[in-house]
């Protein structure tokens, strides 16, 4: 199958973890599009929002994420807020399929709300994190696919991914 599979979602859904996992079962590469900014920037996220502000970041976000939407036949992780831009949502429906990490958002803020690495939750206390969790819920529903994680270990989600891979990739023969 040429396209790409590109997993989206919140922060600490565990799109980096199980992409790479992912990548590396079914032998594709792997990009994480944050990893990426940072070192073709030489800065961390966390650095990038306080040095140049968010805008200057989702500028940068929706560049390199557009870019390397143009690969093919790679597992793809988005950063958390790349699946809301318009141009980055196009890009996606060229040549990937697109898998949402869904994950009640009491289970996200448990995860999230003391990472240091994540400029957008320090920003946003807890109620402005839910309502985040909302709004953005609706955007993320516009994947092709969704999978609701909370009773799911990790294999089984990864099983669930790569069942959609699988079954994309038969259905790209026909
Ligand atoms: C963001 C999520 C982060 C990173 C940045 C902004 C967001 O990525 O891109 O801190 O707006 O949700 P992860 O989802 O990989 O944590």
Avoid at 15 to 27: M, Q, W
Avoid at 28 to 45: A, G, M, P, T
Avoid at 93 to 104: E, G, Q, Y
């Amino acid at each position: 199958m040429e396209k790409n599979l590109v997993l989206i979602g919140m922060m600490g859904s565990g799109k980096s973890t199980i992409g790479r996992i992912i990548a590396k079962s079914t032998k594709l590469k792997f990009y994480d599009v944050d990893k990426i900014i940072e070192n073709e920037n030489n800065l961390q996220i966390s650095e990038i929002f306080k040095k140049k502000g968010e805008d200057y970041f989702r500028d940068l976000e929706e560049r390199t994420s557009v870019k390397i939407l143009k690969s093919s036949k790679s597992i793809i992780s988005l950063g958390g807020g790349a699946f809301l831009n318009d141009k980055i949502r196009n890009e996606i429906k060229i040549n990937s399929i697109s898998v949402w990490l869904k994950w009640s958002s009491n289970i996200l803020i448990k995860r999230i709300i003391n990472s240091k690495t994540r400029p957008i939750v320090n920003k946003l206390s807890e109620k402005e994190l839910i309502k985040l969790i909302d709004n953005r819920s609706k955007i993320y529903s516009k994947a092709d696919y969704k999978i609701i994680c909370d009773k799911l270990n990790k294999d089984k989600i990864i099983k669930k991914i790569l069942e959609i891979y699988k079954n994309e990739k038969n259905n790209s023969k026909n």
